[in-house]
């Protein structure tokens, strides 16, 4: 598992920086109900994408949450006043506070199947009547593009799946939420090469080989007999689901009609 306070500092620069931020935050956007007011990003890192996220629209007041400290002071930087520390399965707010609630990559690095349903019920709880709660599933097989790098990496040890689709739509059933829509975006500058995806493998990457262990060397010099060792393979395609909490207060908040109109994923192609 990788150190996010070690990682923060570089975190935005190998993860596409600005261009994948912008698919992230307008991916979220067209999953959340044009009138909200209220927004929780939870997990929010540097708050590269929570910036955006309230950018997006006049009159959104988003607010952004994550456990680590450095990460919580890079976002505050980016939206002073707007952001806590906070662990996405405790947070420190009152029941139905917010119109959205956002995990984005955050569900995958949950340790099992607990800390999955504490964060979906906390997320579930802190959302308003008639909110939603939009989150990536997941989201290790959208890094699985096809490649040569994926080829050789197929034979590591496997690791669960805490953030699979089947999972997240039963804890979020089993908080009262209903599916409201989904949406795909891609990891602008996100594909891996081969010396980035030994790089990668050495930092801590990859849980099931960790670095220094003779089976993750093994992988790093099958890694460097690839071509094109600097070549980037085609980006990662994240996927996103959104639910409902169902009406128990006033729809006048949401224009008084919301609820009858589903929400339906961007309809333009993926860039």
Sequence with gaps: ML???E????????RGGEPRAAAAADAVTGL?????????????????????LAAARAGLRV??????PTMTRMAAARLPGAVVRADGRRLPFGDAQFDAVVSVWLLHLMSGPEDVRAVVAECARVLRPGGVYVTTVHKGAS???????????????????????????ACAAGHGLLPAGEARFRGRGQGRSPRRAIADLRRGWFVTL?????????????????????????????????????????PERFGG???????????????
């Design 3 to 5: 150190d996010y306070d």
């Design 7 to 14: 990682e923060a500092e570089r975190y935005d620069v190998l």
């Design 32 to 52: 959340v109900p044009g009138g909200a007011r209220d927004l929780l990003d939870v997990a929010c890192g540097t708050g590269i994408v929570t910036r955006r």
């Design 63 to 68: 607010t952004g949450a994550d456990l680590s």
């Design 143 to 169: 890094h699985n593009v096809g490649s040569d790098i994926d080829a050789i990496l197929a034979a590591r040890p496997r690791s669960p799946v805490p953030d699979a689709p089947d999972t997240v739509d």
């Design 210 to 250: 960790p670095p220094g262990e003779p089976l993750a060397e093994e992988f790093a010099a099958r890694l460097a007999g690839l071509p094109d060792q600097d070549r980037s393979r085609a980006d990662p395609v994240f996927r996103l689901r959104a639910y409902r909490k169902p009406w128990g207060g006033n």
């Design 257 to 271: 009609d919301w609820e009858a109109e589903p929400i339906r994923p961007p309809r333009r192609p993926l860039p």
